[in-house]
């Protein structure tokens, strides 16, 4: 599903927000409908969802209060010491606790972009030993892809360009936003040089 919204910006953020690209609504139905596709596909066992920090909080808090399946839940810390808007290097804050050896894992995280990330934890997460290992990604953005990589889920294919809210952050910040916008570009980009 492409992301498409012509929504107001609420006042509170409009100095920081140009659009709003996904309504609280839009993403609440869109979620509820990711977890139908889940249900239907681990029908009958048990799923050890693993959800990457920080950005999944909220997306991960609406889906499994919508997944009608026993499940557990264990969380990989990456974090990218990147500046602005782009990804740098990635170094892992926290490791996996549960033993996935022989289970059922979905794998959670807010955003499939350049694909560095998930290319740097699956291979960690296959390691485990798992039966299975499904991708859900709250948003993608297939046009900046450089590794090879699809998610099984995903909510939203969103054009490129940066966005916050619903647990997407800019410099930890916007997380709280209860919808999906993009940002402002001069909040992240440099001013341009006086002529
Ligand atoms: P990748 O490693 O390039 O695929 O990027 C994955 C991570 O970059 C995501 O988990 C996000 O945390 C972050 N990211 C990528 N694009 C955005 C964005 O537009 N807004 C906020 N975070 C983003
Ligand atoms: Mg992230």
């Known amino acids: 599903m492409s992301a498409r919204s012509a929504a107001p910006i609420p006042p509170h953020w409009r100095r920081e927000v140009q659009t709003v690209l996904l309504t609280e609504a839009q993403i609440a139905r869109r979620v509820r409908a990711l977890a139908r596709e889940i ?22 808090a609406d889906l499994i209060r919508q997944l009608r399946l026993p499940l557990r839940l264990d969380f990989i810390g990456v974090s990218s010491y990147g500046s602005g808007t782009e990804s740098g290097k990635l170094t892992f804050t926290k ?15 807010d955003m499939l972009d350049t694909g560095q990330t998930l290319s740097r934890v699956l291979p960690k997460l296959r390691a485990a030993k798992p039966r299975r290992i499904k991708v ?6 297939p046009a900046r892809r450089v590794r090879k990589l699809r998610a099984d889920y995903v909510g ?16 930890e910040r916007y997380r709280n936003l209860p919808f999906i916008g993009v940002l402002r570009p001069e909040l992240y ?3 341009e040089p006086c002529p």
């Open 39 to 60: 249900e239907r596909d681990f029908r009958g066992r048990e799923l050890v969802i693993v959800a990457l920090l920080n950005g999944t909080v909220v997306f991960l």
């Open 156 to 171: 939203f294919a969103i054009p490129d360009g940066f966005v916050v809210g619903y647990g997407l952050d800019f410099a």
């Open 136 to 141: 859900c990604v709250l948003l993608d953005k």
């Open 95 to 109: 490791k996996l606790c549960l033993d996935v050896r022989g289970r059922d894992v979905l794998l959670v995280d």
């Open 189 to 191: 980009r440099p001013a």
